[in-house]
């Protein structure tokens, strides 16, 4: 089944403890993404990739960093979380369209954080 | 800019016909996706108009005007499922960053 998956689904930890989400997905898609969605402000992008060894910073990046090593895996990296994270997660993965344009995303199904 | 603006709820009967309005404001754009969200799950992709038109798909049509910078989702002959979260999102020049608006949340009353 073609589906992008995230690791853990639910997370609470504490002020500064180092955590990693994990994201995968298994339908070769060269585009990848981190979103967080908060109540009122919809879903905001945190980095994206366009393909193995190339990662962009989104619209929110402050606190977080991502790998992408490999094609099908991007994690999401919070060296030292703070409250101000707390939040649900969303990983998404695309084709990139021909001439520049898009294609639809596949989101997984969300991570949700709480950092105390 | 680039500020995307949808209503953040509305309320329709089972059965009937509702419109989602959803206006930007950008210097660079490449097309328009609506998804939906329902609730506590993940966001599912409806439709993307990166012309001026209306696109009908099922039950569900998009519609878009880049002058004026609008779109709108019509959902036809609402069912209950349809209660859900409605998402508009415009694709920012070329470089695949979407910018979404706030959701509007659709309650469907029998």
């Known amino acids: 089944e073609a589906q992008v998956t995230q690791n853990p689904r639910y997370l609470i930890t504490v002020t500064g403890k180092k955590l990693t989400v994990t994201c995968s997905q298994n339908m070769n898609h060269e585009y990848m993404s981190w979103y967080r969605q908060d109540p009122g402000l919809g879903l905001r992008q945190i980095y994206y990739s366009m393909n193995v060894e190339v990662t962009d910073k989104g619209d929110v990046p402050e606190g977080y960093k991502v790998s992408r090593k490999e094609k099908r895996n991007f994690p999401l990296i919070l060296e030292s979380p703070s409250p101000n994270q707390t939040s649900l997660y969303f990983c998404a993965s695309s084709f990139p369209g021909a001439s520049g344009g898009y294609n639809e995303q596949f989101f997984g199904p969300g991570t949700r954080l709480t950092v105390l | 800019g680039q500020n995307i603006d949808q209503p953040t709820e509305m309320t329709a009967t089972e059965g009937a016909i509702v419109q989602i309005n959803c206006t930007y404001q950008t210097s660079g754009f490449n097309g328009l996706f609506w998804y939906q969200q329902h609730a506590g799950e993940a966001p599912t992709f409806l439709s993307y108009?990166?012309l001026d038109g209306l696109e009908e798909k099922g039950r569900f049509s998009s519609f878009l005007s880049r002058s004026k910078g609008y779109s709108y989702l019509l959902l036809k002959e609402l069912q209950m499922k349809d209660s859900a979260s409605y998402l508009c999102a415009y694709l920012r020049d070329s470089n695949y960053q979407l910018i979404w608006g706030a959701g509007t949340k659709l309650i469907i009353k029998p």
């Open positions: 108009n990166v």
